[in-house]
């Protein structure tokens, strides 16, 4: 196909993908050192259209350094519409730190059973992924560096770590081998080019974006897991049942929540102080005092310390990505407290129940969730999950009683009715949910809320629990 040819089809293509915003596109160049991937990448740009099309090549910032690895990843991931194009990006991490001895053998398989778990994630979100490895021979490496150095027009484009990158050809060159064999798939298939000049290589690169944005998106059969510790055993919404006792007294009460609010204050200040990020989630059945819980716990806190995320449904833009990407964004930086009132588990909760996704969707959701929340505590985040637990014959007594207050009215919806309705399919589902997303680290506390005080008492107890286990830890 001749040059103009091609770029009027990709040029039209990419407009297409911008019009229709079915799917989002991912192009990354990674491989050997002085393969044109800077110039091929710049060339690109000048065929396509700048404003649906984004560039990534920059490593990560301080501000990135601060959270999970994958979160200067999620953070860029193209809305749908648009093309992202990665120069080197999570291979190159991967790829060179390996070589440079900064990862083990172990924890370069760790890396790349993450890598194959982020790209199906995507790939079942529509994201198509085009990944190529730029290959060049030992011999026609050096012949192409000493051409660069010696040419006072070009010397500019050789930095400091190409000469390296030639000295450690062979062992990149295997380990690229040993990446591409691993992370290979037919949803994120790798293609291979050799080198050659800027023209045709730009050629051979605008036919495979071209395919890629015009093709069929290929989703994965699966997400991949990566392997976690045992579990204990989850608990069950039944458990949750009030159990006959007296409620608490205020002035006892009282008492107690001021001790728990200073416990967690200092509990509090002693993780920012570490750097260590604090991640709670709340769930809960509705009526059961979330809200209150919250508002008691940030009482404790320093304003400038925490965030508090209250998650409705998505917004357009949010709609416009990957699922996870919103929980992803609003992770908190080290020393830093992010509280959900709602979270990642509407996955499969609501949007399970009420048929908002599709059952392939939440059951992907689960092995999505387990690898969201293994890289949380990977990254050393003390994560708590709380689902707050309530009979329905007290969610009934509060939703009378909220209908009766004036000031209180707004809380009650007529989306809180219709749930009640499906109280044995909530049931169900959260249970299932317990099962499935119960992992060492990531234990679920269920506080059982007909009795409010107690309540609000137990979930002091938790947090300040998990806190404590954090901070007795030597890391």
């Not at 984004?54 to 193209?78: N, T």
């Not at 992770?331 to 979270?343: E, H, N, T, V, W």
Request: with cysteine; aromatic share 8%; proline share 5%.
């Amino acid at each position: 196909m001749k040059t103009d040819t091609l770029r009027a089809r990709l040029l039209e293509a990419q407009l297409d993908l911008a019009h229709r915003r079915e799917r989002a596109v991912m192009l990354l160049l990674t491989g050997h050192a002085v393969t044109h991937k800077g110039r091929l990448v710049n060339e690109l740009n000048h065929w396509l259209e700048n404003r649906h099309t984004e560039v990534h090549a920059l490593g990560p910032s301080s501000e990135e350094r601060e959270r999970p690895y994958w979160w200067r990843f999620w953070r860029r991931i193209p809305d749908r519409g648009r093309i992202g194009i990665f120069i080197h990006g999570w291979y190159g991490d991967a790829l060179f730190d390996r070589t440079e001895r900064r990862l083990s053998p172990g924890a370069f398989r760790d890396r790349l059973a993450e890598i194959r778990a982020f790209e199906a994630e995507l790939a079942a979100e529509g994201v198509v992924l085009l990944k190529l490895w730029m290959d060049i021979g030992r011999r026609e490496q050096r012949r192409h560096l000493q051409a660069l150095q010696q040419d006072p027009v070009r010397a500019w484009q050789l930095n400091t770590t190409d000469w390296q990158r030639h000295l450690q050809h062979a062992v990149i060159g295997a380990l690229g081998r040993e990446m591409r064999d691993a992370t290979a798939s037919d949803h994120a298939p790798w293609r291979r080019l050799a080198f050659r000049d800027p023209a045709p290589q730009l050629q051979r690169v605008g036919a495979l974006l071209h395919g890629a944005l015009v093709a069929p998106p290929v989703a994965p059969s699966g997400v991949p897991e990566v392997a976690t510790g045992d579990a204990p055993p989850a608990p069950s919404i039944r458990r949750a049942e009030p159990r006959g006792e007296a409620p608490m007294k205020k002035a006892n009460y009282a008492e107690r929540l001021a001790e728990a609010q200073g416990r967690l204050a200092i509990n509090a200040r002693e993780a920012a102080r570490r750097r260590i990020p604090v991640v709670l989630a709340f769930e809960g059945l509705d009526a059961a005092g979330k809200g209150g819980g919250i508002h008691r716990v940030t009482a404790a806190l320093d304003a400038r310390q925490y965030r508090v995320h209250r998650i409705a449904a998505p917004s357009d833009e949010e709609l416009a990505l990957p699922w996870a990407w919103r929980f992803w964004r609003r992770l908190p930086a080290d020393g830093r407290i992010a509280i959900f009132d709602r979270s990642w588990y509407g996955r499969v909760l609501v949007e399970r129940v009420e048929g908002l996704a599709p059952e392939a969707a939440w059951q992907r959701a689960y092995a999505e969730i387990r690898e969201f929340e293994r890289q949380l505590l990977a990254h050393g985040a003390v994560l708590g999950k709380l689902f707050l637990a309530i009979s329905q014959e007290e969610q009934l007594r509060r939703f009378e009683a909220r209908a009766a207050t004036p000031h209180k009215r707004h809380k009650l919806t007529a989306e809180d009715w219709r749930n009640r309705e499906h109280w044995e399919d909530y049931e169900r589902a959260i249970d299932e949910m317990f099962a499935r997303t119960q992992a060492p680290g990531a234990e679920w506390a269920l506080i059982a809320c007909d009795d409010k005080r107690r309540a609000r008492l137990a979930v002091f107890k938790e947090v300040n629990r998990r806190l404590e286990m954090r901070l007795a830890s030597p890391h």
